[in-house]
């Protein structure tokens, strides 16, 4: 399942019930995924998990000793795990890992992003201009959840070439972009150094839990790439978690035009034809007069 | 890689005191075989040979019907199927619902907390 299918069946799912209350009580999606929900005090690194009785009723338990906003987000994760019908691993997750994890748990977290941020009431709360630490506080509240939550549905959803970079212990874990910057098959690798030159390396350098807004060149985040223009990067550092997330955007004319062919090659520019001289290449000069 | 029905078949073996040698002899089954099995380097055994392996172990109902299960289920958890295998108290239900366990986070539950949190769910008001 690509992330695609899983949008439009997210997107289906939200579209059976009513969302206007969700941002107090997501009971409409437990309604409608025959769960229930418990809250327990669970093991450090739990978050939740989903059961399923005999009788079809599925018990979601959370951790109540997180965060509201990570509750919150774990119910949708296991809404997800339901709705799929996608087993998880049970294997230890190390937490240094995202690029690592199992790809049913990456496609709960992009239908648990749907169901808690849904794209009609994002795109309706959403201020006008550029993005901001105060405009992704402001979604993360309206929608109670987590900033760097807010923050990734931004990037998907914005109309701009946009990515927000999650990275832990100073390695790229992945990287949500907008559909502007896929068509140009802008990339960051995950599982690689946090990029020197970029304000996430200077921040995490630095130590601390700081946020700062700066340019930096657009080669230094994506791969393959022209060098000579810039991009912004908004990053925040948490010195406690050693984790470090950056948005990046910038407006289309300083994106580089890239061409494909259908087998998704990048299609290289060749000299183009020759300056004109006012000289006719024909007869030759040893023929002319 | 541990499967959940190898670490059945060998508790359950042990359990008998056989040795996997006496396990083929008296199952008219190739020891080799057998011991891929256990190892989870061989799968899907047909209900047949299920049957044949059940009958020498000698399992009570609840064991005979968690080994069944497990041949459909590669995935099972081994920590879990040893937990329960040990513990007669956990029923073949509350075994199947905890096997189904979805996850969240970078830490996992013990199968003794995992089947304490399946009772709590067993008992949960479904109007909750």
Known sequence: MDEGEIQQRARTF?????TRNIKDDLSVYLKEANA??????????????????????HIITVNEVESEERQRFTVCHEIAHIVLALPSSHDGVPSWSYAKRHPNEIACDWFAAELLMPYKLWLAALPKGEPSRAVIEYMAGEFRCS????ASRYAGLATMP??????????????ARSMSLRRTKAWIPPRTPIPEGSVAHRLRGEGGSQLDTAEVAQDIWLQDWESGLDLWEMSRHYGSSDTTTSLL????????EREFDRFGRQVKEDEGLAELTGELPWPGKSRRG | MQSGLGVALRRLRERRTLSIREFGRLSEIDHAYIYRLEMGEKSSPSSELVATLLSVLKTNARDAAIVKWLV???????????YVLDDPS???DEFTMAAGVRHRGNA?????????RVRRAVGADATE
């Open chain 1, 14 to 18: 939200v579209a059976r019930v009513d």
């Open chain 1, 36 to 57: 229930i929900l418990l809250k327990d005090r669970m093991g450090h690194g739990e978050s939740g998990t989903t059961l399923t009785r005999s009788d079809g009723k």
């Open chain 1, 147 to 150: 900033y760097p939550a807010a």
């Open chain 1, 162 to 175: 946009c990515a927000f970079v999650t990275m832990e212990h100073g390695t790229v874990r992945y990287a």
């Open chain 1, 249 to 256: 955007w910038f407006e289309e004319e300083v994106l580089p």
């Open chain 2, 72 to 82: 459909h289920q590669p995935d099972a958890w081994p920590e879990l199927v040893e």
């Open chain 2, 90 to 92: 956990v029923t073949i």
């Open chain 2, 108 to 116: 996992r539950p013990t199968p003794a907390i995992l089947i304490e």
